[in-house]
Structure formats: C-alpha cells, structure tokens
C-alpha cells in the first residue's frame, strides 16, 4: 500500500543469511501490518530492528495520568514501574488529532502516545490487532513507527429495533466490535424498545428499562462509542398511534404513520418521549426526529385551517421539536428527504434521474426551494441520505446547497436497506463513496444505516460496518474492494480462513431464485412495494411435463442453485475448520445458505414429480416437502441464540404501511413468508404429501 514506508538500514546487504532472513521477517512483517482494519494513515517498519513477542509483555508503564483503556483483551491489566517488554502509555499534547496516536515498537519497549484517552484507545486497538496477527502467524510484533488519526470525527452506525430486539449479551459484544474497529457512535432507533415511563402503552412488552439503556450507554462511553437516540415524529409513527389510546394524534383516522402536526397534544406525546430517550441515552450529543417518507401533511381538518403546504407543516413541525432538543442540550437531526420531495427535487437528489439531466431539473426548481430558506431551523443537522452511490451530481448539488446556506448536513449510506436474509449489492462501494462525495464538501460525518425491515441479523451486517469504519477512518487510502475484502476475512475469521475462496459473492449469486422463485408476481424484499401482495407459482397440471415447459428456465436455475449451495455448504465447513473467530457469524451464513437452497431443491423436486409421475419422484417430493420443518428449526435455533424471536405476549402489531416483512406476524412465520405459503398451497392440491 502507499502508505507503508519501509525503513531498510545498510547493514542489510552485508551477508546472504541474515539478508535472507530479514526477507522471512519481511514477510511477515507485511502479513501482519497488511491486514489491519482500519488502516493506519502512516506506518514505518524497521526491518532491521528486532520485535517482540505478544507473549513477552508483562504489563502497562502509566506516565502521568495516562490509564489503561478499557476494553482491552490481548495484554495482561496490571501497571508495573519498568519499561522493558511493557507498554508505556502517555498522554502528549503535541499530538494535534483528538483521536489520534503515535505508537512506537522499538528496543523491546512499545510506546504508546496520544493526547486524549481516546488516541490511547484506538492506539490500543491497533495494537491488539498486530498482536493477534502476529500470533496466528507465530511472529513477533514488528519495530515500527505508526501516526495514525481519523479522517471523519463522526463514524456512526445505525441500530434499528423497529421489529426486533437482540438479547442483552449480544447488544454488549456489538459494542465491543465497534470499539476494535474504531467506530465511535451509534444512533439507535428505539421506537418501542424502551419502557416509556409517561406512555407505558407505547413501550414493547419485551422493551428494556431506561436504566437497562444507561447502563449499555455507560458501557459504549467507556468504548468512546457516544450513543444518540432515534425516536421517529411526524412519521413512521405507527409504534406510537397504532394504540387505541393514541388515534386522536393521527394526521389520518384510518392510518397509525402520521402525527397530525397542528395538533398539541400530539406535542406532549412526542416530547415525553424524547424526555425518556434523552434519560436512556446520558452521553448523547444529538437527538434525532426522524421526519422522513411523510406523504399525507395537511389533510386533516386541524392542518387545513392552517392553509399551509406540506413543507410548510413540515417546517413548523421541524421548528418545534428542534427547539426542544436544543433547549434539552441535544443537537437535533433531521431526514431530509420531504424537504427535496416537496419541491419537486426528490428524483434529481436521489439521482433517480439521468446525470445530464439534473442540473436543468435542480435549475427549474431550485427558486421554489429557496423560497423556503428562512424557515430552515439553523441549528439543525440536515441528515442527506443516498443509498447508492454518493458520489453522484445529485446528491453532492443538495450538499453543497446545504453549504451554501450555511446549514450543517451529515451523511447517511447504507449496508442494509430492505433484503431479507442478506444485505446484497455493491454496498461496499457505496459506503466509500459518501467519504469520497464529502472531501469537497463539509460536512458533520457520516451514519452508515442498517434499516430493518426485513430484520435480517446484525452479523451480516458486518463486513458493512466494518468498509464503513475503514473509509471513514482512512479515505485517503487507495485500498480497493478486493483488497477490503482480504483483510475483512483475515480479521474476522483468522489467516488460515482468509485463503479460502470469498464465499459471499457466491452466497449472494443464490438470492435471486429464492426472492422469486416461488413467486409468479411478487418479490420477497420489495414487500413494501406491492403492499404486502404476492402471487404464488402455479402448480402441475393433469398433463405431464406441462408445468415444467413452462418454468423451464426457473428449475434451470434451481439445478445450479443445488450445485451453488452444496459447494457454499462445503465451502463454509471449511471456513469453520480453518477460523479461529467468530464461527457465530458462518453458522449463520450456513443455515441463510440452507435456506437458499431449500426453494431450488423444491422447485427441482416438484419438476422431477410433474414429468414423471411415478412413485419415486412422489416420495422425493414428499420428503422435500418434510425437509423444510427441519430447514426452519435448524435457522431458528441458530438466530434463537442472539435474538428474541418472535414478539412477546401482547404485543400490538401495527397496521404495516410499507408492508414490511419482519412484521408481517408476531411469530417468525414472517422469515419464511413465501416458503410456508406455498407449501400449504402445494399439500392442499396434492393431499397425500402432508
């Protein structure tokens, strides 16, 4: 990499032997240094210099104040007077970056400066990653020099608990990933997963206790992970209005998503809300309102006596909860969206339009934009959220009109938008390219959102929020997606599992039959868009082969989504024979991989029984039929062990505007919507099957 400086003294070319041995620690040396996540901005190793051995540590040396970060798993916690094979920790003022550090291995001392006690943790981070690198390739900790500071101050990701909670050990060890790769903030979406103490109503049954979240908070303060809360307003409401007690607030009596905004009581709601949010959350710096995807203001009789707009509702509604964060000491956030969809600006900054065709487009509406400029609350943070790719004329025009009017703006990208299972795409590429988009642009710092919809599990998210902490972390690097992808599996799973093949791509090429393949209209992670409506596949007919002349190409797909998915399942049991970490994570991708398959061996089954109708063919679908109860039971134990599934007894659910997936129901008949539809449509016809 360009930024790994290589200090090679004269004394290398005196003799052969010693030349080919520091060739040996050379390579080493770059085994252990390339793989760290983020990268560090400067690294110079001295290939002359003798390391050290993880093992030889015998403590930590405290200059001054300096104190032993918390967190810390590879080093023994216990101070001593001497410096040899110790780490000495200082605090230096001359270091300019708040989180920055220098760390130095050298003469069989690591020494460790920073000028805060959050360079000494992220200095600390980067030396437990060398050290377990260096462990696993039996090697010492190379000499080195590493200066090293963030590119973004803000590196948040988003935890949305719209429809899910996980168990509290598994919330804990979210925290302590963060921690390791330097991601400093979280905004959680609470919605109904705290124990509201005004509207009690509204809470979840299963919802943690406000002094349940301080103390995760007080956990994520040691981590230097700031935790701000989400507690959607005006929109996405239905956790609030769904409740018989709470309809009087609606903008539209037959709809729990909007809150009327001309409506005070409504505001009383709302701002105990944001009261218990703030108590749950001690050491948050922002509050954010939410406010986005509100497609009715204005329709109801209050708002209509007001002969407003909806931006203008928008705006005055913005104006007053605002104005309770910041009185409250919080920095309030706002999605941004309706302000862009309210003017006609909606396609042209999500770039949903050709390129050449979006200057003439913000041109013509951008007087109707500005027309509106005074009522834009100043001390707002205006949260610009692009999906895709960021680096786009769209996108960058709304950030740089932000500027312009001298309005802060923070970016939010994606790992995880509405699939179900699995986050797909290109997301990797996408999250670097709101850190490239911001270089000419300033702005706050960037929340990489993990929406959930389709509730799929934290830990395939992470390959996601770990590309989000190297790029905002390190932009100026030039590491590719290939090379992002070596040092993910080497992290994550250990040296030896890193050689293996990328299994990902190959896991994601198996997704498209499985969202349709059941389907005649319909896709399972676009539920939304259809309103929750699906046409099932058609079944065999009395004529033979007729059913399979016409899904022909479809069991095409299903035979090698058979081979795709034995080869992942062989594939993945190596990865867990040859990882040292996280065999969690690739139980998980065993039993999504499962699932996968399950619906092309179906398929497969059901074309072999249409074209032969004979005995054998009958009975292998039968038994296929069978295999799913054992396929959902395998699936279920492994997310059963992180996550609550299912909701509690009592719990209400809402009226599901988007139709999303993971509330469909309250058991978890939901992550197997398709599958169990079209087997009851399939033993229904055929009787015998069941």
């Not at 995807?293 to 009789?301: H, K, M, N, Q, S």
């Not at 706002?334 to 003017?343: A, C, E, I, P």
Request: hydrophobic content about 35%; proline content about 5%; charged content about 25%.
């Amino acid at each position: 990499m360009r930024n790994i400086i290589y200090y090679i003294t004269l004394f290398s070319v005196v003799l052969a032997c010693p030349h080919l041995s520091a060739q040996n620690t050379k390579e080493k040396n770059d085994s252990i240094l390339q793989a760290l996540l983020p990268e560090p901005q400067s690294v110079t190793v001295y290939h002359e210099e003798k390391g050290i051995a993880p093992d030889e540590i015998k403590g930590f040396h405290l200059v001054k104040k300096a104190q032993i970060p918390f967190g810390i798993k590879q080093f023994p916690l216990k101070t001593v007077d001497e410096q040899q094979h110790c780490i000495v920790l200082e605090l230096n003022k001359s270091i300019k970056a708040e989180e920055g550090y220098e760390l130095v291995i050298k003469d069989n001392v690591i020494r460790l400066s920073a000028r805060t006690s959050k360079g000494l943790l992220y200095g600390m981070m980067t030396l437990e990653q060398i050290a377990r690198n260096a462990k696993e390739i039996n090697a010492e900790m190379p000499a080195l020099k590493i200066e090293d500071y963030p590119h973004s101050s803000y590196r948040a990701i988003h935890l949305d608990l719209k429809h899910h909670i996980d168990k509290k050990e598994y919330m804990y060890s979210i925290l302590d990933k963060m921690a390791l790769y330097k991601l400093n903030a979280i905004i959680v979406e609470f919605e109904d997963k705290i124990k509201y103490e005004t509207y009690p109503v509204i809470g979840a049954p299963n919802a943690w206790s406000i002094d349940e979240w301080k103390e995760w908070c007080e956990y994520a303060h040691k981590l230097n992970i700031e935790v701000s809360p989400l507690i959607q307003g005006i929109g996405h409401a239905d956790f609030i209005l769904k409740h018989e007690e709470m309809k009087p607030l609606r903008e539209d009596p037959s709809s729990d998503w909007v809150c009327c905004p001309s409506n005070e009581k409504y505001y009383k709601v709302q701002f105990k809300l944001y009261e218990d949010a703030i108590k749950a959350t001690p050491y948050g710096k922002y509050l954010h309102v939410g406010g986005d995807e509100v497609g009715t203001l204005g329709t109801c009789p209050r708002c209509k006596k007001q002969h407003k707009n909806a931006l203008e509702l928008q705006m005055q509604w913005l104006k007053r909860v605002s104005d309770y964060a910041v009185k409250h000491g919080r920095t309030p956030i706002f999605w941004d969206d309706m302000v862009f969809k309210h003017v006609g600006l909606y396609a042209a900054i999500l770039d949903q339009i050709p390129p050449q065709q979006v200057d003439s487009v913000w041109q013509k509406q951008l007087p109707e934009l500005n027309k509106h400029i005074k009522s834009f609350p100043k001390k707002v943070i205006y949260m610009r959220w692009q999906y895709g790719n960021a680096d786009q004329p769209g996108n960058k025009k709304a950030l740089q009109w932000y500027h312009d009017n001298k309005l802060k703006t923070m970016g939010a990208t994606a790992v995880q938008t509405t699939y179900a299972m699995l986050p797909l795409g290109g997301f990797i590429n996408n999250i670097k390219s709101f850190q490239t988009a911001r270089q000419d642009i300033p702005i706050e710092g960037v929340l990489c959102t993990a929406w959930d919809d389709a509730s799929p599990l934290t830990d395939t998210f992470w390959q996601g929020f770990i590309a989000h902490a190297q790029y905002s972390w390190n932009i100026q690097d030039d590491m590719d997606k290939e090379e992002f992808d070596r040092r993910y599996r080497i992290n994550e799973f250990g040296y030896q599992a890193s050689g293996l093949p990328n299994f990902r791509p190959l896991l994601e090429s198996t997704f498209p039959l499985w969202e349709t393949g059941l389907l005649d209209e319909g896709v399972r992670r676009s539920l939304y868009r259809t309103g929750g409506k699906f046409k099932l596949m058609s079944l065999p007919t009395e004529t033979k082969g007729e059913w399979s002349i016409k899904y022909q190409k479809r069991i095409e797909e299903a035979q090698k989504n058979i081979a795709k998915c034995q080869q992942l399942k062989e594939l993945l049991l190596k990865y867990r024979k040859e990882s040292v970490r996280n065999e969690y994570s690739l139980q998980v991708f065993e039993c999504i991989n499962e699932l996968t398959g399950y619906t092309a061996e179906l398929l497969f089954a059901l074309s072999e029984y249409d074209i032969k109708r004979d005995f054998a063919s009958f009975n292998n679908l039968k038994l296929c039929v069978k295999k799913f109860d054992t396929v959902r039971q395998n699936m279920e134990h492994i997310y059963s062990q992180i996550r609550v599934l299912g909701q509690p007894e009592g719990y209400l659910l809402p009226m599901n505007h988007h139709a999303h997936l993971a509330i469909q129901t309250k058991n978890s008949d939901w992550m197997f919507w398709y599958e169990t539809a079209f087997l009851k449509k399939l033993t229904e016809n055929i009787p015998d099957l069941k």
